[in-house]
């Protein structure tokens, strides 16, 4: 038996429920012999479990999304002495195709749509919007077919969806972009306004919105502070990384930034 109390002590609430079910998981694995996998996670949760689990022998965590950047991973969990691969975490991939040329569709409507069909978000991996010919998005296996059936419309356009192949998704290769920024405080909206290129004000309004994160957590004051090493995301617009901050002779934050696109 795992030692489940000793490795939940110091998990923070919010992911305590999270961890308890993959603990739980890795002892069916490790009773069954057999590779186990749990639901979708997201990178917080996936980065929690990874910590509290890393120096266990007993067994072996493989996280996996589907392609090499994926946000939300499932992990496949297997006992120690057995291999254990990226085939082995089970994955689906489908297509949801339909002409949104004069009723443009984002991220949110594709998932909305998906959980309307009656599924819960934690089976529902990413989802690569396409633009007007639509999305794909990963799924666990058992839901392919259907969601084949069952989605059939995103806001007001019909759609067709179907299984395809990994190989058919079209992933984009992040892009980087490295930038330097001087500003009077390391307030929210002060960085994040210089690493996406925008202005101020509406950084302030993409916070309002709870568009915005910081390590994967929703921040809706603009004033929250940010540090070297962490990471910013605005939905739709991509990743910042925020690197070495240096104090100027003046007083004001020399920072370093990586935009991901």
């Known amino acids: 038996m795992l030692p489940r ?12 429920d999270t961890v308890a079910r993959v603990i739980d998981q890795a002892e069916q694995a490790i009773k069954t012999w057999e ?20 120096k266990l022998v007993d067994i072996v965590i493989l996280p996996w999304g589907g392609y090499p950047q994926a946000e939300r991973q499932r992990l496949g969990i297997t006992r120690s002495e057995l291999p254990l691969t990226s085939e082995q975490v089970s994955l689906a991939a489908i297509d ?26 934690d089976k529902v991996g990413d989802i690569l919007v396409l633009g007007e010919r639509g999305a794909q998005a990963i799924v666990v296996p058992e839901l392919a077919e259907f969601l084949e059936q069952a989605l059939t419309q995103v806001r007001s356009v019909p ?9 058919e998704l079209k992933v984009r290769p992040p892009q980087k972009k490295e930038l330097t920024t001087t500003e009077a405080s390391m ?34 004051q603009a004033s929250y502070t940010v540090n070297s090493g962490d990471l910013i995301s605005v939905r739709g617009k991509g990743r910042v990384s925020v690197g070495d901050v240096n ?12 935009r991901f696109t």
């Open 159 to 167: 759609v067709k969806t179907r299984r395809i192949e990994f190989s």
């Open 35 to 54: 590779t186990v996998c749990t639901d979708f996670l997201s990178p917080p949760e996936v980065a929690v479990v990874q910590r509290v689990t890393h």
């Open 187 to 220: 307030r929210l909206d002060a960085v994040a306004s210089a690493g996406f290129g925008m202005s101020r004000s509406k950084m302030v309004e993409f916070i309002d919105a709870g568009d915005v994160s910081v390590n994967w957590k929703t921040i809706t």
């Open 96 to 121: 949801i195709a339909g002409n949104f040329l004069f009723d443009t569709a984002a991220h949110r409507d594709f998932l909305g749509a998906m959980l309307g069909t009656g599924i819960i978000r």
């Open 247 to 258: 104090i100027t002779k003046k007083e004001r934050y020399r920072v370093q930034l990586v």
């Open 5 to 16: 109390e000793d490795l939940l002590k110091s998990v923070d609430p919010d992911y305590r």
